[in-house]
């Protein structure tokens, strides 16, 4: 992994000062929980595109994009695109990043049919983004209408979403989604935030199983070591951005080859 390089990239996502936050941050805020987490590394590691998402600004999904980014495999590049129209074929493992797919002429915002082409790039490798938005619905209905006008097979190649929501002071993943096996840009909830109990509940993901060609067994199994991944940077207090991005090709090293497909 370009350590350097990719510590940069996710800390130009930096919009609150300070430090930037990392995974064990926010589990220790309650954010995500430590399966949770878990489950989102397996993810990043078989492959999958993303895209966080809240309705109100200063929520924190760049922060969560900034974690999730914080587990691609070693040897995968971030690219920060700001024109789509002049991405070549990447010649390298690559995880190309939208800052936030909106009108703001911020470094890396894009929108319109600058957006629409940055959701295109998945054919040359993995993409994610955020947007606010407070539902996988409204995600569905920003990225197809108008504004970006992004084709149903462009915007069905986004393998997770994740909504966030701030309430009585806490940051919460609220739902994460999987999408469906077809190309209608339509995505399944697997793991929801029971406001009450303040926990979240998982179902069985369909999307492990997908993205590597294996057995829901299999998916099970690399969920379970992601997980205790996540709990021993949890007790060895890995918390700071540089010190995540040391550690994870651990967890890479340590997986069986054969259940980390990742993405060409």
């Not at 954010?31 to 998402?53: H, I, K, R």
């Not at 490798?125 to 619905?137: E, G, N, Q, V, W």
């Not at 739902?175 to 096996?181: D, H, L, R, S, V």
């Amino acid at each position: 992994m370009d350590i350097a390089g990719n510590l940069r990239e996710i800390n130009s996502l930096n919009q609150r000062g300070g430090r930037m936050l990392t995974i064990i941050d926010l589990i220790d805020d309650g954010t995500v929980d430590p399966s949770t987490a878990g489950y989102l590394l397996a993810c990043v590691s078989a492959g999958a595109s993303f895209v966080t998402a809240a309705g109100p600004g200063g929520v924190g999904k760049s922060t969560l994009m900034a974690c999730l980014l914080s587990f691609l495999p070693p040897g995968e590049v971030i690219t920060t695109v700001t024109d789509p129209g002049a991405v070549p074929e990447p010649t390298e493992a690559t995880c190309y990043l939208c800052h936030e797919v909106g009108s703001g002429s911020w470094y890396g915002y894009l929108w319109g049919g600058r957006a629409a082409r940055f959701l295109a790039l998945h054919r040359q490798a993995r993409i994610a983004a955020t947007l606010h938005a407070d539902s996988d619905a409204e995600i569905r209905e920003q990225l197809l209408g108008p504004g970006v006008g992004a084709s149903e097979e462009d915007v069905a190649a986004i393998d997770l979403v994740l909504t966030m929501i701030r309430e009585r002071g806490r940051r919460r993943i609220s739902t994460i989604y999987e999408a469906t096996p077809d190309d209608h840009a339509t995505w399944e909830p697997v793991v929801k935030w029971d406001r009450i109990a303040d926990s979240f509940e998982a179902e069985d993901s369909h999307l492990l199983p997908r993205l590597m060609d294996c057995t829901g067994e299999q998916a099970q199994t690399l969920a379970v070591s992601a997980t205790e991944f996540i709990d021993d940077l949890l007790a060895n207090d890995v918390r700071l951005l540089e010190e995540v991005l040391e550690a994870v090709p651990e967890f890479y090293a340590d997986a069986d080859p054969s259940m980390i497909s990742g993405r060409d």
